[in-house]
């Protein structure tokens, strides 16, 4: 891992006036609603009120979008690549950048809110609730940060996003089509023998598709030491792995010219 | 240090290339851990698809063998009434989050599973709910966790003597009181009750009191009390495990009252004795507990009258046979014979000319401080006219005399 990488893309993000606005927002909405809360609910004192862990994605979303393809196609990437550094060490450290970025502010977001909670009711300050999602927040940045850059690997600029949104798209629509599938067939009722297979397949489908772009993993289940949870940590293993080898392998079969498009 | 050349796909700059390494070196290393654990991972998603059962035993035998010594729910019934043991009813569903943590290392974890083995009865109901005919089924049948809509992880513990009652007198038990009596330190806050009289004891020490997990992982309600639903450590369903068997095998709760024993019956006295008949559990018992043996209650009953409790065990066909002895002990028939109690929970005023009258809670239990008070303002009264008597005289508030007697009867 290159320490000079991680860092230029840090300041990269902090020269980047659209991107530390966004981040602002990021950290003042939840705030502000679950103030709104506060208000006009009597028991929210009671409550440790966290953003759930889902909320790890919009951070590393943000801090990783174009996070290789940008450099790819105004051409920085030429230039990278004149110092000593191998590509697999380049996307490494980019993923580990973006990650640890915004596992950082996920997590300093999640404490923030969790201070608040804990300042009306400190008996909440220790709660393992709190320490179970700031650790899903972190797996959340690592693993998705792996897609990310996997994606943005593949495309040039911040097209990353649009593939992103195409393939939660198809999510969708396969989504759909599998609770089609599973519900009442009415008049298809003949065809059972064919479309119930086929409602397994796009169940599969739809699992993995959940696993790359939700690729969580639950603390509590760990802490009971639950065999039943190997295979959940195998999947973000194998994912994790499989984007950074993919984003490596796709790097390699490129020439890096000045300008890409 | 490393020196790297920038020759196209490594090729030699004309340098040492044992010192240089190539900018598109392939880390082949990363390539085999990809597709090694892509194809472990898709191995088991595939195997998890085509046969779950198999999939699910093989991951068990890293496990070992299962510790909790589960019962058939068709033999729960009668072990527990011999064992005089709570049932433990576990409801567990493959692929729901607390079901599989549960079966797969909380309930397996040493603790919890001797506090089971030792303290309970376990049955598996594994949403099973309609398919066991036995004595639980009132119960398994009403539980919130095997409702086909909502099947997820339940435990509920069942005591042997509510067995055949129905869901409502499960959930709600007078002994719940002697819990909430106890030091606040001693008592972990992650429990709600049915009873509305336990909740003022126990909030300010509840974390969770109508709550529900805020970071949107469970939208349950917490816990009902003596079910669990949702847990975050193993620990906390050690607590549960433990609480649940302390309520059941505590005393029934008997409030601020200044109750009498049974001897000061043949006593004479200025005031009026108060002979209160209460089950020693379920729902009513519960709720007339709450009611009358503390605060404005407990006052009244304290400044009017005499107080004499009778715990009457409760009645349950299917026990008659099993506990004829606790029963003889227990049911206090002969006094309820006397005093023409008819049924459960009454209370009898009896006078010290030694007329009677039976004050039972037909109009709602939350009325029975005001059904108490009138009736001791109206006096006497017969529950209804003995067979073959005559009704003489009717005054204008409905009370009729009745020929050969003294007494008046609505």
Redesign the interface.
């Known amino acids: 891992m290159n320490k000079a990488i991680c860092a230029t893309t840090w300041r990269e993000f902090k020269a980047n006036k659209v991107r530390c606005s966004i981040l602002t927002l990021l950290f003042l909405l939840p705030v502000a609603f679950y103030t709104l809360v506060r208000l006009n609910w009597d ?1 929210a004192y ?9 909320i790890a994605l919009a951070y590393t979303l943000l801090w990783s979008v174009g996070v290789i393809g940008r450099e790819v196609q105004n051409g920085t990437i030429g230039l990278v ?2 110092r ?5 060490n380049y996307v490494v450290s980019k993923w580990f950048a973006v990650s640890f970025a915004a596992a950082i502010c996920s997590v300093q977001a999640g404490v923030i809110e969790h201070l608040i909670s804990s300042f009306y ?1 400190p ?2 300050l220790f709660s ?2 709190f320490f ?2 700031c650790c899903e927040r972190v797996f959340i940045c690592f693993g998705f940060a792996a897609v990310m850059v996997m994606l943005s690997s593949l495309v040039s600029g911040m097209k990353d996003i649009a593939v992103l949104a195409g393939f939660a798209l198809l999510w969708g629509i396969t989504n759909m089509i599998g609770g089609m599938l599973r519900s009442d067939l009415g008049i298809f009722n003949q065809y059972a023998n064919v479309i119930y297979p086929l409602a ?1 397949l796009v ?2 489908y739809n ?2 598709m959940m696993q790359a772009f939700f690729p969580s993993l ?1 603390i ?2 760990m ?6 949870y ?2 959940a940590i ?2 973000y ?2 994912l994790v ?2 984007c ?3 984003s ?2 796709l790097l ?1 079969r490129k020439e890096f010219s000045y300008a890409a498009d | 240090m ?3 050349s ?1 020759g196209p796909q490594g090729a030699s700059t004309g340098r040492d290339t044992k010192k240089y ?7 082949l290393w ?2 085999r ?2 597709c090694l ?2 194809a ?2 898709g191995a ?3 195997f ?2 085509v046969n779950a059962t198999a999939y699910y035993d093989t ?1 068990k035998l ?2 070992g063998p299962e510790r909790v010594e589960w019962v058939p729910v068709k033999d729960a019934a009668a072990r527990a009434i011999a064992l005089k043991k709570p049932i433990l009813l576990v409801n567990m569903v493959r692929n729901d ?1 607390y079901s ?2 549960a ?4 309930i397996r ?1 040493g603790h919890n599973a001797d506090i089971i083995n030792q303290h309970y009865v376990p049955v598996r109901v594994d949403g099973d709910a309609l398919n066991n005919a036995s004595l639980l089924s009132p119960i398994i049948n009403e539980l919130p966790f095997t409702n086909n809509y909502n099947k997820g992880f339940g435990m509920l513990a069942i005591p042997y003597k509510l067995i055949g009652a129905n869901y409502r007198d499960v959930m709600s038990t007078d002994n719940i009181f002697e819990i909430c009596n106890l030091p606040n330190d001693q008592v972990n806050g992650d429990y709600d009750f049915y009873s509305s009289g336990c909740a003022a004891d126990l909030s300010p020490v ?12 469970v939208m349950r309600r917490a816990k009902f009390f003596p079910a669990l639903y949702w847990f ?3 620990g906390d369903v050690s607590i549960f495990l433990d609480r649940a068997y302390k309520w059941h095998t505590g005393k029934p709760y008997r409030g601020t009252v200044h109750w009498q024993p049974e001897t000061s019956l043949t006593m004479e006295a200025s005031k009026p004795k108060l002979l209160t008949f209460v089950p020693d559990c379920g729902v009513e018992s519960d709720q007339l507990r709450n009611q009358l043996f503390k605060d404005e209650g407990a006052t009244l009953v304290n400044q009017k009258f005499l107080p004499v409790l009778f715990d009457v065990k409760r009645e349950n066909e299917e026990l008659k046979i099993n506990r004829i002895e606790e029963r003889a002990r227990g049911d206090y028939l002969d006094l309820r014979k006397t005093y023409k109690v008819k049924q459960l929970p009454a209370m009898v005023i009896v006078w010290p000319s030694g007329q009677s009258r039976v004050v039972y809670c037909d109009r709602g239990i939350y009325n029975i401080k005001e059904d108490l008070s009138e009736a001791l303002q109206a006096g006497p009264l017969w529950e209804s006219a003995p067979e073959g008597d005559t009704v003489v005289k009717c005054s204008h508030d409905g009370l009729c005399r009745i020929k050969g007697h003294n007494h008046f009867s609505r």
């Open positions: 028991n009671e409550v440790d009120m966290i953003s759930p862990p889902i690549f004149t000593p550094i191998t590509i697999a009711n008996s909440l393992l609730e179970s999602n397994g169940d599969l699992k993995m639950s509590e289940p802490l009971d030491l639950n065999f039943l190997l295979p195998l999947n293993g194998a792995t499989a950074l080898a993919s490596i392998f390699n | 490393q020196q790297i920038r390494v190539s900018m598109r070196k392939q880390p990363l390539y851990s990809a654990l892509l472990l991972s088991m998603m595939i998890e698809r991951l890293l496990l989050y599989d943590r079966e797969w290392s909380v974890d509840s974390k969770s009191f109508h709550a529900f997990n805020w970071s949107g992982r975050e450590t193993s």
